[in-house]
């Protein structure tokens, strides 16, 4: 009996009608296991990923297969996006045994949770070396049935070998000028100069790298660091893994020049692209970086949005190409036949230059991902955009990939900290707003009595697994930009119950942190992985979130420990930067003070506050806090004791427990808050 039908997770209902009898992960799963005497096959994978939907429908939904499974195996099927320590377990384990990783992961465990074999996808007959997944069942049944011994000497060791794993934490001293220098040292080697970004192929959009770079910048002036962050986002917003007409980011480009994409959109990947780009322009006041930021905010809200209020996961790559067959890229490639088709033969051949599309195509079978080329020249723009408005109600007819409505309370607060800001910078309080309904679905749903935090939501219904580091940590990141914003102490307070939580069950006492509470299940090790990849590591979110927590409430218990997990940082900044880049742009803020800005006004509606205000906002000092309100308020710590000057609204601009002169002047505000 397939078990999947009442989970949460879009990614198990993909699965509810096969024929292969899952159950979802749980100990009664594994009393299964231990009650029939089989092993168990453990699959992971995620709903936007492809390579996870082929081997669906080749092994997973072929009757023979399911039959074989069913009979010799206990099956469990795990969405990472909702169990991201279950699949950090094993990837450790699975990139140990093999060297490398990757979705689908396909693991084989004994009835104790014990892995004994590893792989990921496996095709349905051999195919480039790969032994066929029929031929991967008969061979582990063998060994389980005729070599059992074997089976558990191997399982033993391997879980001994992962739990005595054990991370080189350096020491709990934050990261200096030197750290610094020589992290920027190894971001600028492994650069391309010619292209953005860093290293070859496959290219991921380097977000938390580049907002080292825009901080380091804004801290020291290092012309270099501004260079790479600017050249690089102008090469990805020209680029195919940029949505053209919609806005958007895909996953990431499979060529050095970010022309083709692996073409799902993640929410992660947006909303920390969304900030980078706002902050770009914060700094240089690039017009490409303004659009980019708007367009990216806009296609959070219009197409991510769920009707709850939160953001769901992800769009997948694959879609119908109007055939009945699902194919990657379908619904965003075009041909010159089909430009010419919607817009006629003038304006056809003109979208055909604007945007790179040829006759032999940039992917494939023809058809190009529209870019902007670097030498595009010259373009009417009011007509350039009647082109791209009618492409896209052309696009809009065609069959829309799918969308995994799971709300990750990580992934949302990431969303929640980019859409407060870029609302705040561009006077767009529409996406302010959208930013406070997820923030409001996030402590209406997600959070309960104690404020402990579930982890994923879908269609108003909170889901069964409690909330890791990287989900108290983001969603605290959130709520503190929210506070910065809206000057409603209220964020600031539930971010503090939530940083208080990951100082009572995250923390150990030499300041290192894991990725699960204290309290959480047992898995056969307890995740811990500093590292920064797709998103900010939950330790590195948590060093930032507590440091601006701390400068926010001058609370010193979070401020060591901000500066006990920077040491991480320390280790691992100089060595491998583009793997710790957030925990380099926290270690900025930890340089610079961070500094703390309290702006006073008679009332939150007068028009000289909220100036002094967005000038506040508009500062680039790394990692500084913003408090906002009415002289004389308790509604934030920073705002005690700081009255109008002359009747007038102030400023007050502090820094390592030393303050300015109060200003009522933007200019000098703005001067204050600048390297």
């Not at 790298?209 to 600017?230: I, K, N, P, S």
């Not at 102008?234 to 893994?241: D, L, N, P």
């Not at 069959?399 to 709300?407: E, F, I, L, N, Y």
Request: a negative charge; glycine letters at 10%; proline letters at 5%.
């Amino acid at each position: 009996m397939n078990r999947l039908a009442h989970e949460t997770s879009p990614y198990l209902l993909q699965h509810a009608d096969n024929p292969v009898a899952w159950w979802p992960w749980s100990a009664e799963a594994f009393e299964e296991a231990r009650r029939t005497n089989r092993p168990v096959l453990l699959s992971v994978g995620y709903s936007s990923c492809h390579w996870c939907h082929v081997m669906a429908h080749e092994s997973f939904e072929d009757q023979p297969t399911a039959d074989y499974l069913n009979e010799h195996f206990v099956s469990v099927k795990v969405d990472r996006e909702e169990r991201p320590d279950v699949d950090a377990v094993y990837m450790e384990a699975v990139q140990a045994a093999t060297g490398q990783g990757g979705w689908p992961m396909t693991v084989f465990l004994t009835p104790d949770a014990e892995p004994f074999y590893f792989g990921t996808y496996f095709p349905p007959a051999p195919r480039h070396g790969m032994p066929s997944f029929r031929q991967v069942l008969e061979g582990v049944r063998s060994a389980w049935t005729d070599r059992r011994d074997e089976v558990a000497e191997v399982a033993g060791k391997i879980t001994r070998d992962l739990s005595q794993r054990e991370i080189d934490y350096g020491s709990t001293e934050a990261p200096g000028e030197e750290e610094l220098s020589g992290a920027l040292l190894g971001v600028t080697r492994e650069y391309d100069p010619q292209r953005g970004g860093f290293g070859g192929a496959p290219k991921f959009p380097p977000s938390m790298a580049l907002e080292f770079l825009l901080r380091h910048h804004a801290r020291t002036g290092a012309e270099g660091a501004l260079e790479m962050a600017r050249d690089t986002c102008e090469r990805m917003a020209r680029g195919g893994i940029y949505d053209q007409l919609a806005g958007g980011f895909a996953r990431y480009s499979v060529d050095r020049e970010w022309t083709v994409p692996h073409f799902e959109k993640m929410l992660y990947d947006n909303a920390l692209l969304c900030r980078v780009y706002a902050h770009l322009w914060r700094s240089t006041g690039s017009d490409l970086a303004r659009r980019v930021a708007v367009e990216t905010a806009d296609f959070l809200v219009r197409e991510l949005r769920t009707t709850e209020g939160g953001f769901a996961s992800a769009l997948d790559a694959d879609s119908d190409d109007g055939t009945g067959k699902h194919v990657e890229g379908a619904y965003y490639v075009w041909t010159p036949a089909q430009l010419t088709e919607v817009l006629g033969e003038e304006d056809g051949g003109l979208a055909a230059q604007y945007f790179g599309v040829t006759e032999d195509g940039t992917f494939e079978e023809g058809q190009s991902v529209l870019q902007l080329p670097q030498d595009e020249g010259v373009f009417d723009a009011d007509r350039i955009a009647s082109i791209k408005s009618r492409l896209l109600d052309a696009r809009s007819q065609r069959p829309a990939p799918g969308r995994d409505d799971k709300v990750v309370a990580a992934w949302n607060g990431l969303a929640i900290a980019a859409l407060a800001e870029t609302g705040a910078y561009f006077d767009r309080p529409d996406l302010v707003e959208a930013a406070v309904s997820a923030a409001d679905l996030l402590v209406r749903l997600h959070l309960d009595e104690h404020a402990k935090l579930a982890r994923t939501s879908k269609d108003g219904q909170v889901g069964a697994n409690a909330g890791v580091l990287e989900d108290y940590a983001d969603v605290a990141e959130g709520f503190l930009a929210l506070a910065s914003v809206t000057g409603e102490g209220v964020w600031l307070e539930f971010a503090g119950f939530l940083l208080d939580h990951v100082l009572t069950g995250f923390v150990d006492e030499s300041g290192a942190l894991y990725d699960t509470a204290s309290d959480a299940e047992q898995l056969i090790r307890r995740p811990q992985d500093p590292t920064d990849n797709a998103t900010p590591s939950g330790w590195t979110a948590a060093a930032g979130a507590l440091l601006s927590y701390a400068a926010q409430t001058g609370a010193e218990p979070h401020r060591t420990a901000a500066e006990r997990a920077l040491g991480v940082v320390k280790a691992l900044g100089p060595r491998v930067p583009r793997f710790i880049g957030w925990g380099l742009a926290v270690a900025e803020a930890y340089l610079d003070g961070p500094r703390e800005v309290a702006v006073v006004g008679p009332s939150l509606d007068d028009e000289a506050a909220r100036a002094l205000h967005r000038t506040a906002l508009l500062g680039t000092a790394p990692g500084a806090v913003v408090a906002f309100g009415v002289a004389g308020s308790d509604e934030l710590p920073l705002l005690a004791d700081r009255p109008l000057v002359d009747g007038e609204p102030a400023a007050y601009v502090c820094r390592n427990f030393t303050c300015d002169a109060p200003t009522t002047d933007q200019e000098r505000l703005r001067a204050a808050l600048s390297r």
